[in-house]
């Protein structure tokens, strides 16, 4: 297998945290988009219709994760015809699960906002946000299926073109149709389904190799239960703790409505710094993905520890940027995030929150890659069950007591609780490297 160097490390990770850096800006732009309407309820239907689709969708991240796992895993045995049938069943699963969506879409949003707790504005323009957007679900999912084989062969340069593609067209047609066509909320859900149509498309164009070799139509390997049946248990697994996840943080947004809309709409700006963190540290994370799924598919213990730890040590240079940036130019973005000075000042109260996210965060983050690439994902399921319980207890504790500071402080213990159990399961990870 190839050697674990620095070198290697950063020609997957700089594509990632590259294309990366494009998918919080989005968020930034739709938000400053419907900022400039000088009002707290579009930003705060944005927020709310975004992250409850977000968190559908994310729920079939296991076909970026296990896909990673398992494809890298196939690639460090030299399996070929594995590596590439596992993007056809990836590819399936996406094509039913987004067309379930478009189908279940009315009871979805029901129950949604039946959680949610806004305002009748903010739940009018949330409806609108989700009833367009939902329609792009089958390549918004495909396009989890694609990213995660591509950075499982480590063509991370494929990934880099994917985002820059899907994100850029996604800019330009939010600012066109909110600021050039006053389409409003609609406009910006409007250009998230163009823009995931031509990611998708862009992705099958990239993974255009697999596509000439006879394996991924070979029917025989696709279904494959002896194969199918370790894939279905690894993406059970992360489905659960995808699941968990998206609970927890679609929490902070829930839960920052029944604060206030002003409060929603400040926290769905902080929030924007808090992605900005994970998509950077995600092409650590990622290139820990790969070179440690290739390592343990290689039965390579020593290869394992050193990816573990040199990805690791570019995280910490990662977040120590991200915090120091946050510091000094925080307030500056948040006065350009939107024009509402009320909500200016409330996002500036909370802001010393994002300067201590990254560092706390870092080894959950980390340590996610390491046992994704390794497809330990029972830990993961277990670990996250942990995790999200002691957050809710958390935030069921201090959410009376402080408001908005004690909803910040549960989300950080989150992370720590995250990072403590992962790392206590991480010395039977290398131990299974070698069996």
């Known amino acids: 297998m190839k050697p674990v160097t620095n070198r290697r490390v950063l020609a997957i990770a700089l594509p990632i945290v590259l294309s990366n850096a494009t998918i919080p800006l989005m968020g930034l732009v739709d ?65 039913v699960a987004g067309l379930a969506l478009i189908v279940l879409q009315l009871p979805i949003t029901r129950l949604a906002f039946w959680i949610a707790k806004g305002s009748d504005e903010v739940e009018t323009l949330g409806q609108t946000y989700i009833a367009i957007r939902i329609w792009g679900a089958p390549f918004a999912i495909a ?167 040199l990805t690791s040590l570019w995280g910490v240079g990662a977040v120590c940027l991200m915090s120091a940036m946050f510091l000094f130019a925080g307030g500056a973005v948040i006065e350009q995030m939107t024009t509402a000075q009320n909500v200016q000042d409330v996002a500036r109260v909370y802001l010393p ?12 983050f980390m340590l996610d890659g390491i046992f994704i690439g390794a497809t330990r994902t029972r830990d993961m399921r277990n670990m996250m069950l942990l995790s999200a319980a002691g957050y809710f207890a958390a935030l069921w504790t201090l959410v009376p007591l402080f408001g908005n500071h004690g909803l910040w402080a549960a989300l950080m213990l989150f992370f720590v609780l995250r990072g403590l159990t992962l790392g206590w399961r991480y010395p039977a990870l290398e131990a299974a490297s070698t069996r």
């Open 31 to 95: 938000t400053y988009a419907v900022g400039q309407l000088g009002a707290a309820a579009p930003i705060g239907g944005v927020a709310i219709g975004a992250i409850i689709l977000s968190a559908i969708y994310w729920i079939f991240g296991f076909l970026r994760m296990g896909t990673t796992g398992m494809v890298a895993q196939a690639a460090g045995r030299g399996d070929i015809a594995e590596r590439d049938a596992h993007l056809s069943r990836a590819l399936l699963i996406a094509g």
């Open 353 to 364: 929150w994002m300067v201590l996210a990254p560092v706390v965060g870092l080894p959950c």
């Open 143 to 309: 396009v989890y299926a694609l990213t995660g084989w591509l950075i499982a062969v480590e063509r991370t340069h494929g990934v880099l073109i994917l985002q820059m593609t899907m994100n850029g067209l996604n800019i330009v047609l939010s600012l066109t149709f909110v600021l050039g066509m006053d389409m409003g909320v609609a406009g910006v859900a409007l250009a998230t389904v163009i823009a995931e149509l031509a990611g998708a498309a862009v992705g099958l164009f990239l993974c255009r190799d697999v596509f000439r070799a006879p394996h991924w139509r070979d029917r025989a390997r696709v279904g494959d239960m002896a194969m199918l049946k370790p894939m279905i248990a690894v993406n059970t697994d992360i489905m659960i703790r995808s699941v968990l996840l998206q609970l927890c943080f679609m929490s902070v947004t829930f839960r920052a409505a029944g604060l206030s809309d002003v409060t929603l709409a400040a926290n769905q700006i902080l929030l924007q710094f808090l992605n900005l963190t994970a998509y950077a540290l995600d092409g650590f994370a990622f290139a820990a993905e790969a070179m440690v799924g290739a390592a343990f598919g290689a039965r390579n213990r020593a290869a394992l520890r050193q990816a573990a730890r």
